[in-house]
Structure formats: structure tokens, C-alpha cells
């Protein structure tokens, strides 16, 4: 399961009625969060965030509204006692920009790790669970996409072992790789009683970008996309073009393109007090799109 | 008059029920800060302070919990078309430490000043208006407080001004400092008119330091003593002391030594869920004592 929450879904300035866009991505008792603004740390306390999870922070880009948050919610988390490492990922200069804002948090009780981002399109993390690849994209500073993927376990067919006579109290076993012997000495392979592999749980994340091509490929089939709607009006696309940014109607096109489950639209502009006045624009392009709120969770 | 707003009174991390402490202070269409934590942009905004009337930020001391909100705040400034410089002031070190904190906000429309602090007590700025002086506290690193106070015209005395034959459309002149000469040839003095010099409005920001004996001194009279009180209960005076900082009653003692006028508290400890409960122990030491709140404001 990956559950997932919008902590903040602002742009450029957090706003009295709207913290600054970020992610919050909780597997297996770690959590994940992409970008970290000014306020970021109040509005995960906010939403219900369990800080003392947080493993990794990928950093989208160096904009102040992705980034101020850092000094704070790494004091916060010393105080929140943590002792594992966080690992910070980021675009090129991730190093020089985290030791600057650090002069502010000069000494943490954990150690932090950095793994600055290359141009490429590599896997960035792979482990048994957890893979995490980026897409670079177009914003004028070096500014990157994220896709979380859990992997999940083959489906378990309780038919098939009922058949070859595994009792139940050995179905655990089995369902997570495990071989196990019988009574009567025939050995049980895991392959023998489930369904095959099943796709990973994925999230993709993008924000801060003109629509690129490579994006629809990138998020290919992902059970959610969160994607920036800087404004709801179609007729501010040539104008957010310019600026770097995407309005709900290329949001949308993008999740069409990918074959996503679902689309959160987030990173509203200031001046879009209700973005909800828009949500037809984006509709109409793909339907199953959601206007995201400070708060919004769901588990996958 | 001078206005003045707590915009935040929280110490050590922001909350959703609590912004960082700060202090916004009005006078004659200008605005100074005290102080810029995480969300405190925010804050001001909530608190309905007009982001573009901010010419001064005074800095007590660059632990994040005080500082962290100024790469947002300078961008927020920029984005209100803030033309004019903007003043920083605080400790030593602070050209380095606004620098590498402006790693996020390299491009501003307007110029940033710095004035570093020396470990004297002179006066700061000293204008016709306002003036601001400021005191080395004692905190491990580097602190100060700050003393803002406005210069008020003499009062006016208007049977005085009646007796000489002064006509009433004279009378602002005469007050604002200027001789008149009447239709008779004589020429009025303003001092002939003005009941002598008015002591000046003072608000005095004292926060994260043990007591001091300078401290009276430096509040004394002031109208209003604006001063932490990171726990109610006296018995933390001892854990506090040992922290760099002050209770309640140690704030209460310095209104009282120093005579201020009134005496708010701020900086309240993130376990003080209900400063209000420990009041009786400052207001046993000094009666006028207000517990801050987010927002509370009034008029010098």
C-alpha cells in the first residue's frame, strides 16, 4: 500500500488559506516527501504526517517555494528525535544550496545524504520495495519530475494450495517467497501457488514545467498523477508557457497521454482563489482528475 | 502613534495553532519587523499587516526559529513591487548569513541593506522620527534586543496661542515647529505656544536570553515591554536559565524594575499549549501583564 497526501497545494507564496505544494508518500511505516516550501513542516503536522517517518526528500528544484521549508523541518525532525539518515535528492548544486541554508541548522542529531541529479532518466533508488526514477523538465532552472513505484507480491491463489494441500498456516510463508515442506515430504514453491508478478503501485509527480514529451511516457499507467494546474483557464496557457507552467487543460491531457488512474491537480497560482471554477477544463480532457486541496489523501 | 501587532508568539518551531513570534511595528505610514521565522510572512498577513509598508527588519539572533522566514519574506516583498531598500539589522555574521540564505532569492527589485551589530548599546538609527537602539542579551550565541521609539511634538497649548492673538489657522504651523508672523508684524515662536518636549513612545522587544541586569535600564519606561515567556511556571526558571531563557515571572520582574507601561508575553514554549494558564504568576509580580496571542495589537 502507498498512501499518499498533498500536505500543500500552493504556488510561488504560502497563503493564509493555502500552504505551498508538496507530497507526502508513506509505505510500510517510511514516508517520502517531495519539496519542501516555506511552512511545509506546520502543514504536515496539519494534514497528520508522522515526521518521524520521513526517510527521503526529493527536491523538484531551488525555487523558494520548494525549498525555503528545509532549515526548519530538518531542526524539526532533530527534535522529533530522529537518528536514521535523511536522504536528500536534488538537481545539480544540491550540495551548495543545503550547506547555505543550513548556516541556520548548523548541527543535526541524524546525518543527511545527498544524491545530486544528472541529466538523465535513470532509476534513482531500487530496493526490494521502493523504486524511485526522475524525468528532468522545462522550467528555466533544472527542475525534475519523480515517480515513486512500490513493488507489490505476486497474488496469492488460495485454490491452487488448497489443491496441493498446504494448510493455511503456511500461506504466509508461501505468499512472501518463501518454499515450504509438507508433512508428507513433497517440497512447495512460492511459484506453484501464485498468480504471477502484479504492476508496482506508482505515483508520478510533476510540477514546475511546460508540458515536454517525454512526460506521457514517464507516467506511463501511474495509479496516480499529481500534476501542477497553475491556473484553471485554458486561455492563460501562452502566458504560463512563457512563465514555465501548465494549466489544467495540458495537466489533464498529460494524464489522457499516460493512461493515469487518476489526476490531482495542484500548485495553484495565488491569484486562483477557487480553482474548483475550473475543474470542467480539466474534465473535459480526462475525467477522472480531481482538484487538489490541502489535505487530499488516498491510499493505493 | 505607534502600532503595534504580534503577528506570531511561538518559540523554538512553528504550529498549526501557533506562528513563530515576531513583532510589527507601524508609524507614520512605515513598518518595521522584529524578527522573521518560518510562516511569518504568513502571519503578517493573517494579522493584516501591509507587507508593503516594510522598510526595517531588526534581527535578535539567527537561530532558525527567528530567521528562516527571510529568503520567502524578501521574495513576498519583491512580488508586492517593493522598490525601495529594505534595512536588515542584526548580529555579526549577518552578511554571511543573509547571503547564504539568499541562495534562494538571488534576484530582488529592490536593494538590501545590513547593518552588523557590535557588542555596544549606542543608538542605531536616529532620524527626526524614529529611533532604535538595541542591547546585547545573553542567549550562547550572539542576541540583542531593541528599543523603537517615536518622537512625539510637544503639546500645543491653545490658550496660550489665544492669548497672543494667534489666528486658529495658525496653529498647526506654530505646532509643527514653525515661527508665524501675524498681520501686526509680530512674529510667534513656536516655543511661546508649545507646553515644552513630550517623553517619546517606546516598545521594547526582549526575547530569548536569561535575565540581565542591563535589561531595566534599556526597557525603562517604556510604554510597552514586549518580552519572552517561554514557560508559565516558575519552577521551570532553573531548566530555563540553563537554556537561554526567561519564565514568566522573570519577565514580569523586568516590567516591573523598568516601569514599563504594560507588558506582553511571547515566545511561548510549543509545550505551553495554554499560556494563559500560568498569568497569576506574572501578574503577581507585575499587574498589567497581557499573555501575547497571534495577532493581538494596539495603538501607542
Redesign the interface.
Known amino acids: 500500500m502507498l498512501d499518499v497526501c498533498l500536505p500543500g497545494t500552493g504556488g ?5 488559506e493555502r500552504w505551498l505544494s508538496c507530497c507526502w508518500i508513506e509505505y510500510q511505516g517510511k514516508a517520502l516527501l517531495v519539496d519542501c ?3 511545509t ?2 502543514a504536515l ?2 494534514a497528520g504526517c508522522k515526521l518521524s517517518r520521513l526517510d527521503i526528500l526529493l527536491v523538484t528544484h ?4 520548494h ?3 528545509l ?2 523541518l530538518l ?2 525532525l532533530g ?1 522529533h528525535d530522529k537518528k536514521t539518515p535523511l536522504l536528500i535528492v536534488g538537481p545539480q548544486h544540491l550540495e ?2 543545503v550547506s ?2 543550513m ?3 548548523p548541527a543535526l542529531p541524524y546525518p543527511v545524504e545527498l544524491i545530486e541529479l544528472k541529466n538523465g532518466t535513470e532509476g534513482l533508488l531500487e530496493d526490494d520495495e521502493l523504486s524511485v526514477s526522475y524525468l528532468p523538465l522545462e522550467h528555466g532552472i533544472p527542475c525534475f519530475g519523480y515517480r515513486v513505484s512500490l513493488r507489490r507480491k505476486p497474488v496469492f491463489n488460495p485454490e491452487k494450495a488448497g489443491q496441493l494441500g498446504v494448510p493455511k498456516n503456511l500461506f504466509k510463508t508461501l505468499h512472501a517467497g518463501t518454499p515450504v515442506r509438507l508433512d508428507d515430504g513433497r517440497q512447495i514453491e512460492p511459484r506453484m501457488v501464485l498468480d504471477g508478478e502484479r504492476r508496482p503501485l506508482s505515483v508520478t509527480y510533476i510540477t514546475d514545467s511546460v508540458p515536454t514529451a517525454p512526460m506521457a511516457d514517464f507516467a506511463r499507467d501511474s495509479d496516480l498523477l499529481v500534476c501542477e494546474g497553475m491556473y484553471g483557464e485554458t486561455e492563460m496557457r501562452d502566458k504560463m508557457e512563457e512563465k514555465g507552467h501548465m494549466v489544467f487543460a495540458d495537466s489533464a491531457r498529460l494524464a489522457s497521454m499516460a493512461g493515469a488512474g487518476r489526476l490531482w491537480l495542484t500548485h495553484f497560482s495565488p491569484a486562483m482563489k477557487d480553482p474548483e471554477t475550473y475543474i470542467g477544463n480539466a474534465r473535459a480532457v480526462f475525467r477522472n482528475t480531481e482538484i487538489g486541496y490541502d489535505g487530499i489523501k488516498t491510499t493505493l
Chains 1, 2 share one sequence.
Open positions: 510561488m507564496m504560502p497563503l493564509p516550501g516555506e511552512g513542516q506546520i503536522k496539519k531551488f525555487h523558494a517555494d525549498i525555503a521549508g532549515p526548519g531542526l524539526t527534535n551548495a544550496v547555505s541554508l548556516i541556520i541548522a
